[in-house]
């Protein structure tokens, strides 16, 4: 049995769990455990209406023209080719993980030009953990910070090749001990990759709708007990306290797209979002213009989003 066989667990508690024995690669082990949240289910209390706002979401998505994550996600990439023959899904999972861990801070475009041409040289851990970084490095500009990146895909193409026989993990905890890979990479891999509904993908997108949404408490307490900014952690710990399973997969894509055509992070197009239109959101209109009732949106600091 290799290291991916290994059962999957929703919950990361311990990364160290999944953690290499190998002696031959230790630089991943001494990467700090990601902090994720377990969803506090006795309180949870689905917000109002949810039900009706995400069919709404839903219909404008199939109703509307398709965004760039429907053509060039991360998950789409791996669905290009066949798998080989005896691969059992590894070629394809691999993609999609190197795919993800690309995609931080990287527009979809970017990213996906970038996995085709590293697709083109031969996208396995075996090409990967032997190339050059510099000449992989040149592949993947300009996708954001590509020179760590670079690193961080040739060090795990060697963790994958001496300890997963060339397959990724199959645990949270064990894909977040690769270097450069966070929660929701590892969420968007199991997700995809495994196909195994294991927690919800949150980016900024997830994170910012779901707050304008009012899908996630208002504030939330830091360890002090005091009010702390929200991450998208506790993004994703509220939504999956309420959401049901079900819809842990699709609502990436489906709130992804939706941030990229309507609900855009600067100046969200109100005028035109049903959800402004049938009274169903609490934001409409106070960060964009449009609706000639409502008061210009007050000059405040541009707030630039950073994933991990
Ligand atoms: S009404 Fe505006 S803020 Fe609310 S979901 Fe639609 S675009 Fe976003």
Redesign the pocket.
């Given at each position: 049995m290799t290291r991916a066989d290994a059962p999957a667990s929703s919950r990361v508690r311990a990364v160290d769990d999944d953690a290499p024995t190998s002696s031959a690669t230790p630089t991943h082990r001494r990467r700090s455990k990601p902090a994720t949240i377990e969803p506090d289910r006795s309180s949870a209390r689905a917000p109002d209406g949810w039900e009706k706002t995400l069919e709404t979401i839903k219909r404008w998505r199939a109703e509307g023209p398709p965004a760039a994550v429907d053509t060039m996600g991360c998950e789409k990439i791996a669905s290009l080719d066949g798998d080989p023959v005896g691969d059992d899904g590894k070629y394809r999972r691999y993609l999609t993980l190197t795919s993800a861990m690309l995609s931080s801070q990287t527009r979809d475009e970017i990213n996906h030009a970038a996995m085709m041409r590293l697709r083109a040289r031969g996208c396995t851990p075996e090409r990967v953990a032997a190339m050059e970084e510099d000449a992989l490095d040149a592949l993947l500009n300009p996708v954001g910070f590509h020179r760590r990146k670079a690193g961080y895909l040739r060090e795990t193409a060697k963790i994958l090749l001496e300890e997963y026989d060339g397959d990724i993990p199959r645990s949270v905890e064990g894909l977040c001990a690769l270097p450069g890979v966070g929660p929701k990479m590892a969420y968007l891999v199991m997700n995809v990759g495994w196909k195994t509904p294991t927690g919800i993908c949150v980016d900024v997108h997830v994170h910012r709708?779901s707050e304008?949404?009012g899908w996630v408490p208002e504030s939330v307490l830091g360890k002090n007990g005091s009010p702390k900014k929200k991450t998208p952690e506790d993004t994703r710990a509220a939504l999956e306290s309420w959401l049901p399973r079900e819809e842990w997969i699709e609502i990436n894509p489906l709130l992804v797209g939706f941030g990229q055509l309507?609900?855009t992070p600067l100046r969200?197009?109100?005028a035109e979002?049903p959800?402004?239109a049938d009274g169903s959101?609490p934001?409409?209109?106070?960060?964009?213009t449009g609706n000639p009732k409502s008061p210009k949106p007050t000059k405040k600091r541009v707030k630039v989003e950073v994933e991990e």
């Open positions: 709708i304008r949404l309507t609900c969200p197009k109100c979002c959800l402004a959101c934001s409409a209109f106070k960060e964009s």
